[in-house]
């Protein structure tokens, strides 16, 4: 009854499996879940709705550009939750997250924490990004083997790290100078990187809640909490001696000061630190391969720069918001490497999908497929290339705005992306100013030999990947 949902409704949908649906691949861990859905996405070319099966619940792919606005502004107040939201018995701390958290509190959380990403505090929070960077270009200098490479992948997720916890936890974590990763470290990196037991727990709670209370498990494990947990708590204590730095730290601590719960806190500023080290890592490291694979592009982007430290000095916070050809290279990156390659949203009441007769009922899973959005030609010419030029002031207009979604859309779009703007093009910038970026030996040469974990829900290749710093 339930695999006659869609043909009741006369929304397009692909042919179910029992137990299985329409995901059996990513059920069974064989290929990451947002490949399953690019599977059902292409088989149904131009459609704005297309229904498929979660093993046997109803979820809807939303595709067109109208119904996407509809989704997340326009109707917002339906749509405000993200089904990905654990109960709160199995994963104390993960379902506090901002990101998990439900209707109003989320809304007051949220805006509580808006102000943290204001200009003028982007400015404050400027020169310790900028430290950051340069050390990052110390540190490639320092493990640069005999042939001028070194593991980048690391490297970024250290970088990561290390800018976050300045920032948002309030201590210096120093991943980018440990040879072994310090115990923050491990806490944090990889807290996305799902074994099978988390991918399982992930998918479950997406497709059956009678099967994620059969599992019972935490998505973020709870040792993670207590490392992180025993750590803000001299951060704390230390920055409440301190005057205020105007950081986002001090923004989560007058969440404190105002009284929300411990545990609501503590939740805030480890979910600034997961969501933010992970996602903008990923996106320097995508930058720096992209730009060894494509020379010219490097070298465009160096001029760039250099002409515009000419001019001011220095690579200052103006300067990396003025950039232009940066600003292209790190659109283009994070087109082709959509770090959350999908997002989700849940129904809370009835609702009737605009432009037809049918009705979703409250409680179904919409998913809006990031990824499949930005590699169709449809949307983007030449998809699967990486062209900054597409982003030039005289081209961008052609580009579909609900077709490029990085960083999500409306009300719950990504709270950190004027930082993560800020902090991956000052990672970038450093490095292009100070090296020649080129391929090592084990350098994969196409995006088809990175090799992705299929139990992961964010993009980002788990090995090393190795590239060549010639020192300018
Ligand atoms: C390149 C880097 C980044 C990417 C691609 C990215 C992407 C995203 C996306 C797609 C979402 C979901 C949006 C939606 O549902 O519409 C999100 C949410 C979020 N991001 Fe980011 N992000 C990045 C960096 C950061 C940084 C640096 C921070 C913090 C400093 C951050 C904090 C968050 C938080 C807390 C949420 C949950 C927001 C909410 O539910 O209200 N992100 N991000």
């Known amino acids: 009854r339930r695999f006659g949902t869609w043909r009741r409704k006369g929304i397009p949908h692909p042919r179910p499996l029992p137990l299985f649906g329409n995901c059996i691949d990513a059920v069974l861990l064989r290929t990451s879940f947002y490949e399953a859905l690019d599977k059902i996405y292409r088989q149904f070319p131009g459609q704005p709705y297309i229904g498929f099966y979660g093993g046997s619940s109803p979820m809807l792919l939303v595709c067109g550009s109208e119904a996407v606005k509809d989704i997340t502004v326009k109707d917002f107040h339906v749509f405000t939750d993200h089904k990905l939201s654990p109960d709160s018995r199995y994963d104390t701390l993960f379902s ?3 990101f998990c958290l439900l209707g109003d509190q989320w809304k007051s959380i949220r805006a509580r924490q808006t102000p943290a990403f204001s200009s003028g505090r982007l400015k404050a929070m400027f020169p310790t990004v900028k430290a950051t960077a340069d050390r990052l270009c ?17 490297l970024c997720s250290r970088y990561g790290i290390d800018v976050i916890a ?15 990763p310090p115990p923050f470290m491990k806490a944090v990196s990889a807290a996305f990187r799902f074994g099978p037991l988390e991918a399982l727990i992930t998918l479950a709670l997406l497709f059956s809640s009678p099967v994620y209370h059969v599992l019972r498990a935490p998505i973020i ?7 992180l947990r025993g750590l803000l ?23 404190k000061k105002d009284g929300v719960p411990q545990v609501v806190f503590e939740a805030q500023v480890m979910s600034m630190q997961v969501a933010g080290s992970e996602t903008s890592s990923t996106a320097v490291l995508a930058i720096l391969w992209e730009l060894a694979l494509n020379q010219d592009c490097q070298d465009r982007l160096r001029e760039e720069l250099r002409e515009a430290v000419a001019k001011q000095g220095a690579v200052t916070y103006e300067l990396l918001h003025d950039a232009e050809y940066l600003d292209m290279v790190f659109k283009e990156a994070v087109r082709l490497w959509p770090v959350m390659p999908w997002l989700d949203r849940v129904a809370s009441e009835d609702y009737v999908l605009p432009g037809t007769n049918a009705v979703i009922e409250k409680g179904t899973v919409i998913i809006i497929p990031i990824f499949s959005f930005h590699r169709d030609p449809e949307r983007f010419d030449d998809p699967d290339t990486f062209k900054p030029e597409r982003w030039a002031p005289e081209n961008v207009a052609k580009i579909d705005k609900m077709s490029y979604l990085p960083f999500g859309n409306g009300p719950r779009a990504c709270i950190g992306f004027r930082f993560a703007n800020m902090s991956v093009k000052s990672a970038v910038a450093s490095v292009v100013l100070k090296y020649r970026i080129g391929m090592a030996e084990g350098t ?4 088809a030999e990175l090799e ?9 290749p788990h090995k090393e990947l190795p590239l060549r710093f010639e020192r300018l």
Not at 221 to 227: F, H, L, N, T
Not at 239 to 254: A, I, N, Y
Request: aromatic share 6%; hydrophobic share 40%; no cysteine.
């Open 221 to 227: 494990k709870e040792w993670r909490a207590v490392v």
């Open 138 to 154: 110390e540190v490639i200098d320092k493990r640069l083997d005999k042939d001028g490479a070194v593991g980048i992948n690391g």
């Open 233 to 255: 708590r001299e951060a704390t204590e230390l920055r409440e001696r301190e005057p205020p730095r105007k950081d986002v730290f001090d923004t989560l601590l007058s969440l």
């Open 452 to 460: 992705l974990s299929p139990l992961s829900f964010i993009i980002s």
């Open 96 to 98: 506090k997250f901002l």
């Open 166 to 180: 300045a920032v948002a936890f309030g201590i210096e974590a120093r991943a980018l100078d440990s040879d072994e």
């Open 444 to 447: 994969p040469k196409s995006h």
